[in-house]
């Protein structure tokens, strides 16, 4: 129950698969609602800093079904893709894997649908 989404970056199209309830994208700025593109499109610092991940949807972004929206899989639970990290460890590595995504300083998806 997918739906591609079109979006024109750096003067190219790109097509992403998008979950067909997931929220309208907000206007750059604003407060997040976690609809992904920014984690469907490219990857952040902590994706390359310790996922080794350069390009492609983040491997560690996360689907909620009940909330019908993503989450940042590193900054919810970040032993989940780092094994090596001991668990205990998790609270401190929570808030600065979210600093360096800047959660709560809104959308940063520079980019807009188009048909």
Same mark, same amino acid.
């Given at each position: 129950m $997918?739906? $591609?989404? #079109?979006?024109m970056r750096m003067n190219r199209i790109h097509i992403i698969e998008l979950h067909r309830v997931l929220p309208a994208k907000p206007s750059y700025g604003a407060?997040? $609602?976690?609809?992904?593109?920014?984690?469907?499109?490219?990857?952040c610092p902590v994706a390359r800093a310790w996922l080794w991940q350069w390009k492609g949807a983040c491997?560690?972004?996360e689907w909620n079904a009940d909330l019908q929206r993503y989450f940042c899989g590193m900054v &919810? #639970?970040? #032993? &989940?893709?780092l094994r090596w990290l001991p668990r205990r460890l998790e609270r401190w590595m929570r808030p600065i894997f979210a600093r360096w995504i800047s959660v709560e300083s809104g959308c940063d998806a520079d980019y807009e649908e188009i048909n």
């Open positions: $997918n739906i $591609n989404f #079109s979006f407060v997040c $609602n976690g609809c992904g593109l920014c984690c469907l499109t490219e990857t491997k560690a972004l &919810r #639970s970040p #032993s &989940r893709y």
